[in-house]
């Protein structure tokens, strides 16, 4: 794993991923710090054993615990999930103290990882929930459009991603926020295809994008495409998946940006809408009661832990 960050927030896509949320045992903070500091070597070990698999790894504390498990101030903007509340849908925070996420394109090698790390924390966390998600179709979520259309690519994976200059104690980390998205297929697959076309803002089988000016201000497109002062686009590095079983169906969002208040704005013109209130319509056909949000420190950071 290079030193500069945990490359679970910028490697690309990958076909299984597992999102594993976790407490830390209150009087087992050093045993956990020491556990911690030794994850960067685990995980390189790891994807030495599986070198054709693109095992990544990223590991996130929530402001609920920072100081506590690492003894250090938090990063400037690490703060609990924000609340909103809108027409269709209401968030607010739930605590946790650390986050995994860990994914390849081989489910073995994401488990084997998993339990390892697992295993390296002992009985200094707790384990709270697992989410497995999978590539589904060609990349597309099981409302059947493709997901992560205008993520950032190549380089600007990172510059989007990555604390800079801004927060130097903590460059090379990244703000990650985390929600679980269950949908209601039965009412989505009830509605026309004009109708699910209009409420993404962006057609179904090929992916075209509609032009802003044809657009409903209900879009999902339209509701997630911010500008800031000087018209430059506000952007996230998604790492969304899709979960499913025979009982439920869903999409475990997750962003990382180099600033959690990207996030924040985006999710509040979703549900609270524009100053018209216009919110997003997709919100009608899924539900998400809360959020998560963490900072993923550096592997160095998590390396001096120890110390």
């Not at 076909?15 to 050093?30: T, Y």
């Not at 599986?50 to 903007?77: M, N």
């Not at 996230?236 to 969002?253: A, K, N, T, W």
Request: charged share 25%.
């Amino acid at each position: 794993m290079s030193l500069n960050h945990q490359t679970g927030i910028t490697a690309e896509a990958s076909s299984d991923a597992s999102f594993i949320l976790l407490d830390a045992v209150e009087g087992k903070e050093a045993v956990l710090r020491k556990a911690l500091a030794s994850c960067s070597q685990l995980i390189s070990d790891i994807q030495n054993q599986f070198p054709d698999a693109q095992l990544h790894a990223a590991i996130g504390v929530s402001t609920h615990s920072f100081y506590r498990i690492t003894q250090c101030e938090p990063p400037k903007e690490l703060a609990p999930f924000p609340s909103f509340s809108g027409q269709f849908l209401s968030v607010k925070d739930e605590a946790y103290d650390l986050i995994m996420h860990i994914r390849s394109n081989r489910h073995d090698a994401t488990h084997i990882l998993a339990l390892a790390l697992l295993k390296a924390m002992s009985d200094s966390v707790k384990l709270r929930t697992q989410t497995h998600c999978f590539k589904y179709l060609d990349n597309r979520d099981f409302t059947g459009f493709v997901d992560g259309t205008e993520n950032p690519e190549g380089e600007d994976r990172a510059s989007v991603a990555l604390v800079g200059d801004e927060d130097s104690a903590y460059k090379g980390g990244s703000y990650l926020n985390y929600m679980k998205f269950v949908h209601d297929l039965e009412k989505w697959e009830h509605q026309e295809l004009k109708v699910q076309e209009n409420t993404f803002g962006r057609t179904k089988y090929d992916n075209e994008e509609y032009a802003s000016a044809e657009k409903s201000p209900h879009a999902h497109t339209k509701r997630t495409s911010l500008k800031d002062d000087q018209g430059q686009s506000l952007e996230l590095l998604r790492q969304s998946m899709p979960f499913g079983d025979l009982q439920e169906q869903g999409l475990i969002f997750v962003s990382y940006s180099k600033t959690p208040i990207i996030f924040d704005l985006m999710l509040q013109s979703m549900i609270e809408g524009d100053e018209k209130g216009n919110a997003d319509h997709l919100m009608q056909y899924t539900h998400a009661s809360s959020g998560s949000a963490f900072y993923v420190p550096t592997p160095k950071f998590l390396n001096q832990l120890s110390e």
